[in-house]
């Protein structure tokens, strides 16, 4: 069986997912995960199949506009950007994960992962 995961947002959200995949692995299934293109190595680094999107939660996270708002106190500030930041995210794994899904029997995604899978259904009739 071919099983996509998908799987966005910082490492702490990813790393489960790869150990999720790992496991699966091991059990003789064929596992792709789809995530952030900083993640490459840690997917690869564990035996499953690493599917690039475009994003770096970390670089977003430790930017200067970031810092900033942080710095301000501004509770909605900081929320602001990380809405913007995340609809950005959102588009790209959109554009990237559905081209992911392809040939593939299971996906498997948390709520950061729901856009492509409702997709992937409506594309394949």
């Known amino acids: 069986m071919r099983v996509a995961i998908i799987a966005s947002g910082s490492?702490?959200?990813?790393?489960?997912?790869?150990?999720?995949?790992?496991?699966?692995v091991e059990a003789g299934e064929v596992v792709r995960l789809v995530t952030h293109e900083n993640f490459a190595g840690l997917v690869r680094s564990h035996g499953v199949e690493f599917?690039?999107?475009e994003g770096d939660v970390q670089e977003i996270a430790q930017s200067r506009?970031?810092?900033e708002r942080l710095a301000s106190?501004?509770?909605l500030s900081v929320m602001s950007?990380?809405?913007r930041e995340a609809e950005r995210g959102a588009l790209g794994l959109?554009?990237?994960?559905?081209?992911a899904l392809?040939?593939?029997?299971?996906?498997i995604a948390g709520i950061g992962g729901l856009v492509p899978g409702p997709a992937r259904r409506?594309?394949?009739?």
């Open 102 to 107: 392809r040939g593939v029997d299971v996906v």
């Open 81 to 83: 950007l990380m809405a």
């Open 65 to 67: 506009a970031m810092r």
């Open 11 to 24: 490492r702490g959200d990813v790393e489960p997912y790869v150990a999720l995949g790992k496991g699966l």
């Open 51 to 53: 599917w690039p999107v």
């Open 94 to 99: 959109a554009k990237g994960g559905l081209a």
């Open 122 to 125: 409506l594309d394949s009739t």
């Open 73 to 75: 106190g501004n509770f």
